[in-house]
């Protein structure tokens, strides 16, 4: 199995994450990446993809398995010559198995393009969003895992995964809080982390040593 | 201050399928490179509608390919996008590099369908560009129209500074030269037009004299043609998502209802191998996992098994599907529907009853019919049947004869495979009699008449099991047919029409019939009253265009029809239309 770690930019962050499935399955068509493909009836390619993103949220740090025998420098090669625009690819890793990404990945990070502030979290954290044209309230205070700082941004850990919080979700407390103006499009994920034994470890540094 | 970018992307994340407005397909062609002049394709429906638009998809490369010259596009928001345009004052600008459509030199609509024309207008509204011609200064580009409604370009004609009658692959581009050396020159509006009109298929109003003859535009040599090989790959699903090879042009049947037939004629076909090349080419350059082949009755086209033995091993190998779409029940071969994927066999015998198909030259014959038979042996369960309705000189009986013809199928079905189960569905269309056809004097149905036939079959389709039964809407086609066949009037309805409200009519759930209504009666019509009968020696608004097809030809069939005869196919030799004038007939 190998797993490649591309982007989520510019033009792409509005493609959705099922438009995005169709995507890939033909940069890997034109890419002529060996992929195999399932059994049955209409076979598909063995793409596995880690959790969709939300529309307009930016990312530098998106996972894709690919069931392909062939060599992992050669597909990053070939995957980055043939994708779109805000699509490419950094990263190739070899797995001996399936990470299972949608399974096992259970936390992201997201800048937030204000400068970093110390985030109380000790009685919780209520936000309150549109959704289907209906304002909705929520406690949130235990899906957000961190408050970081990075490069004088702030970066906050959030739920991913069966458990989640959309980024975006925040702008209407965050903004209110410090006030911003910053919209979806203004945030951008840079890591994403499997849990192991309740640890959380970095997308990049649980592939490398996945045996 | 906000940059247009910015401001964009605030509104992106408002509206529904935001990836509709971004661009950013693969196989854009360089938009970084030189340009003289550059030409913003229009299609005034939405993104996934207008992208499977493979008419837009040649052009558009024709252009690209072009030293010097850039083609963009651009599709019509869809309601909620058009809202916060408007909001936030953003003008409509094209997909590539966001360019206001304004600051084009040329922008070039493509017209298929008459109940797009408001959303012509709609998205002339959004670009900030005065409707009529004769509004327009030399500040703003020059508005083109193509596509198949320039069959009759007199309901849009106003709207526009010139309409390309035909194939637009050499015209438009030289159009675009025209216009872009003219602004160098310093030329003004008329002096430009003046040069367009030399171009063939170009139709310019404002310089446009009584007598004169527009001669429809053909591409001289099909074959070689350019063709968009590397094609956009859509940012969302698109309604036709896949690798479109168009096999030929024009339809050899002669159905006298059909526009397309008779429109696209001379009949020139592509060779299988120059296809086989360029649905490979398509599919390695664009990724697609499906190649459909496109012309107006697939199955008639001489190089079919070669076509279909030079991909079979392609297709198989980089798991890609071949469709295989509008077979004629006459053409239909049993080794056609072994390898395909069995969900379901379409076919269009369109009238109930031998008499009418042959008074409207469907060569269709009840043998035929039967033959679908072996379709069934070959593992078919579900089938489409297409017809139309209201065609001239049509009586109930012919109405009883769809639903004779599916009692004949589950009886067929049911001798093949020894069970019932048979899926059928009745889809019946309204006829509408269109400019360029031997029924363009017809008179259509009145709408009762729709509503109570449309009732009439429902019912007796009812009483067999296993029929579902679809029909159009009736009031979508009365306007449909007063417009086809409508006069330079009809542009103030249309106008009237979108200042009301209407646009996106081609949407069920969008259509506001008592707005048309009320159009027609501002503008003092009653849209009964353009679709009626025309009288045969009246003149007609669309006689000025010569597309090849004589009006003697068409009075000829006309009359045939009324008498009952068919006219053969012209694979089996020519029938003297007319059309070969402007270009060979590849097939006889
Ligand atoms: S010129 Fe002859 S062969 Fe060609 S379309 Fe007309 S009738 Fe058919």
Redesign the pocket.
Known sequence: MLVLKYEKTARACFISHIDLLKHTERTIRRAEIPVKFSNGYSPHALLFFSAPLALGVSSKAEYLAIDADMSASELLARYNTSCAEGLKASKVFECSKNPNLQGKVVASDYIFPIKYHDIDLSNGFEIEYVRKGETKKEEVGSKIFAVKNVDGKLCLCLATGNTNLRPDRLLGMLNAMFGANMKATDIVKVAQYFKVDDRLIEADEYLDNLE | MQSFDDKLNSILLNVEKPARYVGGEWNTPDMTKHREGDFCFCFPEVYEIGMSNLGVAILYDIINKEPGFVAERCYAPWHDMGEEMRKHDISLFSLETRKPLKDFTVVGFSVGFELLYTNVLYMFDLAGIPFRAKDRDESYPIMLAGGPCSVNPAPFADFFDVIVCGEGEVADLAILKIVTEGKKQGLSKSEILARIKNVQGAYVPALHKDGETVVKAVIPDFENAPYPEHPLVPNIEAVHDRATVELYR?C?S?CRFCQAG?WY???RERSAERCVALAKEMVESAGFDEISLCSLSTSDYTGLEQLEEGLSAFCKEKNVNLSLPSLRISSFKPEMAKDVKKNSLTFAPEAGTQRLRDVINKNVSEEEIEKIAVAFEAGYESIKLYFMMGLPTETDEDLDGIVEICKKLKWLYYQKRHKRGLNISVSCAVFIPKPCTPFQWEAQISLEEMHRRQMYLRERLRAVKGVSFSYHGAETSVLEGALARGDEKLSYVVEKAYKLGAKFDCWTEYFKWDVWQKAFAECGLKMEDCVGAIDTDKALPWDFIDT??SKK?LLAQRNLAYQGITTKN??E?????????LGR?T??
């Open positions: 024009g050899a002669g008779f004629r001379p009949i090849g097809v030809y012209c694979r030799g020519c029938n003297g239309c007319g059309a070969n004038k007939c097939i006889c």
